[in-house]
């Protein structure tokens, strides 16, 4: 009986007359990732359109405001300890330790494709960051000395892409592997505004564009867009 199961993991019994199989995407396919990232992406669209044209402007400042003036030597500190958490110095040792884990488990090849997801989001990040060239808060506020233009926050990406390249890598799917991100992101994020060196949507748009970028990554990684074996399996149909 076990020769009657094929390849694509349909018995016999499932090949009744009159049906014939046929290849379905998996519930959590190559096209789920693509959607969930083209959301993501037309976001982050809106995001930049409000931010250009002022749009979010004054709660932009609102929040900033608000955040300064309750600054304290220990909120500081703790800010500025939260963000190097998303400094390359910590990230990329951060990823070999998960890239060793994925190769025992599944090969070099699938170790490789978190440092390719977080190197090439960071790539793309920073050109369109140059591309907006939105600028930072005014300067009297920083307490720490940021780097580039505003939009989008490059530590939030970061940190965004690597807590979700991580999760990934880990195997991890669905609302965990979302969460993660979202977590890093809010948290990084938040210590850049405290710190004075980004808006509260620059924080929103470097989340945003971390999980587009994620969900376009995984899908078209092979083996990775959908369950073990492949981003297809096969059902019948009348």
Known sequence: MAAARSACGVSESDRQPGRTPRAIPARDGVFGH???????????????????????????QTVLGVLQARRRPAGVSAARAVS????????????????VNAA????????????????SGAAVRRRLS??????RPPAAGWLTEPEGF??????????????????GSAGLR???????????????????????VHWPSDILAGWLFAEGWLGLAESVTPGRAGRPGGGIREAATR
């Not at 993501?40 to 932009?60: E, K, P, T």
């Not at 140059?130 to 600028?135: D, F, H, Q, Y």
């Not at 530590?155 to 807590?163: G, I, M, N, P, S």
């Not at 609302?175 to 505004?193: F, I, M, T």
């Open 84 to 99: 190097t958490l998303a400094e390359p110095a910590f990230v990329a040792p951060l990823l070999a330790v998960f890239a």
């Open 104 to 119: 025992r488990r599944a090969g070099w090849r699938a170790a490789c494709a978190p440092f390719l997801a977080v190197a």
């Open 150 to 167: 505003s939009l989008p926050s490059k530590h939030t990406a970061l940190a965004a892409l690597t807590a979700g390249a991580c999760a």
């Open 174 to 196: 669905g609302l965990p592997r979302h969460a993660a991100p979202l977590l890093a992101a809010a948290g990084v994020g938040a210590s850049r505004v405290y710190l004075g």
């Open 130 to 135: 140059r591309t907006i060239a939105r600028p």
């Open 34 to 60: 693509s959607w969930h990232s083209a959301a993501a992406f037309a976001a982050l669209v809106v995001v930049i359109a409000q931010a250009r044209d002022g749009g979010v402007g004054q709660l932009d």
